[in-house]
């Protein structure tokens, strides 16, 4: 017991991430109705300070979401923190997570659910469903971390880049139509050529917020949506219409040569 709370269930793992890494991915709670769509419907932030942050956050089923008001709050001189829902299904409870740094890009995680049901067989099957949660967050963010670690990893070492060519031929219309979606490199720089809307376009593979990669992104109505935290980037501009302040690098131009050939082009 503690303060009158029972533990249901103890889940540890190991996840192939600095502590850094892991410390930004706790205080990021912009991503988790986007990385955790499955897990998270929606999410309205009432504060976020060095401390950590308070949410109302909708929980599925989808059709009729559940809300909840969690907070998450670092503990002052450890490395620790405690997610506790404040209202809604399950308040009063404190999840309590453990980090230990365990070399460069290594860290244990120990969580503790401290739930407020009192009869020890229902909290028991309460924990278990919440290592069952619990599992899915940490595979969906143990991802995450290792591609950022990447493009941190990318950025660091860049080099000058060498001279590449501005533009390249691709063929002929119907023969790109028919190819789409596909992969090019233009100007140093891989982009994914498409066709949306009955338009061809061709877009950068980074995300300009926290470098996530956009080869599989989804397309909505004329944008790239980032499936880290669902940034949207306007296929022909490359700007974000919500007012955020990252553009995605300047889309390469998909353009007919003389004799109607497709070129993309980074002029
Ligand atoms: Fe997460």
């Known amino acids: 017991m503690n303060g009158g709370l029972t533990l249901g269930a103890v889940y540890e793992r190991t996840v192939a991430a600095s502590l850094e890494r892991v410390w930004e991915n706790v205080h990021d709670w912009e991503h988790l109705p986007f990385l955790h769509a499955s897990s998270f419907c929606d999410l309205v932030l009432e504060t976020a300070e060095p401390w950590g ?27 620790r923190y405690h997610t506790r829902t404040l209202a809604g299904f399950g308040a009063g409870g404190d999840i309590a997570t453990t980090l230990e740094p365990r070399g460069d890009r290594e860290t244990g995680v120990h969580v503790e659910f401290w739930l407020s049901e009192q009869d020890p067989s229902q909290a028991k099957a309460i924990g278990q469903a919440m ?43 119907e023969s790109v139509r028919a190819r789409a ?33 956009l080869d599989g992104a989804e397309l909505r109505e004329g944008h790239v949506v980032c499936p880290w935290h669902g940034y949207r980037f306007s296929l022909s501009t490359g700007l974000n219409p919500d007012g955020r302040r990252c553009r995605l690098a300047h889309p390469a131009q998909i353009v007919a040569d003389a004799a109607g050939e497709l070129q993309l082009s980074l002029a």
Not at 60 to 78: F, Q, V
């Open 131 to 173: 290592v069952g949660l619990y599992t899915r967050l940490w595979d969906e963010d143990e991802e995450m971390m290792i591609q950022r670690q990447a493009f941190l990893d990318v950025r660091r070492a860049a080099e000058p880049a060498p001279e590449c060519p501005k533009a390249i031929a691709l063929g002929s219309p």
């Open 181 to 213: 979606p596909f992969f090019a490199e233009v100007g140093g720089q891989r982009v994914r050529v498409l066709e949306h809307q009955g338009q061809l376009a061709a877009h950068s593979l980074v995300c300009p917020h926290l470098g996530a990669p």
């Open 53 to 79: 942050w308070r949410a109302r956050v909708q929980v599925p089923p989808r059709e009729n979401p559940r809300e909840l008001l969690i907070e998450l709050r670092r503990e002052e001189g450890a490395e």
